[in-house]
C-alpha cells in the first residue's frame, strides 16, 4: 500500500514537472519571438504550477519518510536510495519512475537556463539600444556654414526681446 501511494506521488510530481517543462518551452518560443502578452501569460501559468510544484512536494516527502519508515531507513532517506532498496526488493517500478523524474527535472533546470540566459541578452540589447537613441536625441543637428550639418550638445539659448 505504501508503495503505491509513493508511485502515485512520483508520477503526480512527474505529471506538474512536465507541465512546467511544457510551459518553458513554450516560453523560449515566446522569448525567440518577443512576444510580450504570451510571456506574461506564461509567467502567471508559471506561477500557478510553482505553487502546485510547492503544494504537493510537501505531501511527496511525507510519502518518502513513510515508505522509508517502513523499510527500516531513516526518514531523511533520500529517493534515490530508496528506490535502490526497492529495486533490490523486486520493486523495480519506484527506481524507473526516479529516474523519470531526473529525467524531467534535468529539462525543466535546462529550459529555465535557457530562457534566463535569452531574457539577460534580451535585456542587455536593449539597454544598449536606449543608451544609444538616447545619445542620439540629446544631440541636434545643425547646418552648417561649409555646407553639411554639425553635431553639436543640444542647449537652450535665451533672446531677449528689447535687444
Do not use: C
Not at 508520477?11 to 512546467?20: F, N, Y
Not at 537556463?113 to 545643425?142: K, P
Not at 554639425?150 to 542647449?155: E, I, K, L, T
Amino acid at each position: 500500500m505504501k508503495m503505491e501511494k509513493l508511485s502515485e506521488a512520483l508520477s503526480t510530481q512527474q505529471k506538474v514537472l512536465e507541465e512546467l517543462l511544457d510551459l518553458l518551452e513554450l516560453e523560449t518560443s515566446q522569448l525567440a519571438d518577443v512576444n510580450i502578452e504570451a510571456m506574461v501569460e506564461i509567467n502567471g501559468k508559471k506561477e500557478e504550477v510553482g505553487a502546485q510544484i510547492q503544494t504537493h512536494t510537501g505531501s511527496l516527502r511525507q510519502t518518502i519518510v513513510e515508505a522509508a519508515t517502513g523499510l527500516g531507513l531513516p526518514v531523511d532517506t533520500p529517493l534515490g536510495e530508496l528506490a535502490a532498496m526497492l529495486e533490490q526488493q523486486g520493486n523495480k517500478e519506484i527506481l524507473l519512475q526516479h529516474k523519470q523524474l531526473n529525467k524531467v527535472a534535468e529539462g525543466v533546470r535546462q529550459a529555465a537556463e535557457m530562457n534566463h540566459e535569452i531574457a539577460e541578452r534580451f535585456a542587455e540589447t536593449l539597454n544598449h539600444s536606449l543608451t544609444f537613441l538616447t545619445r542620439i536625441i540629446n544631440q541636434s543637428s545643425v547646418y552648417g556654414a561649409s555646407g553639411g550639418y554639425q553635431q553639436r550638445p543640444s542647449g537652450a539659448v535665451m533672446i531677449n526681446m528689447e535687444a
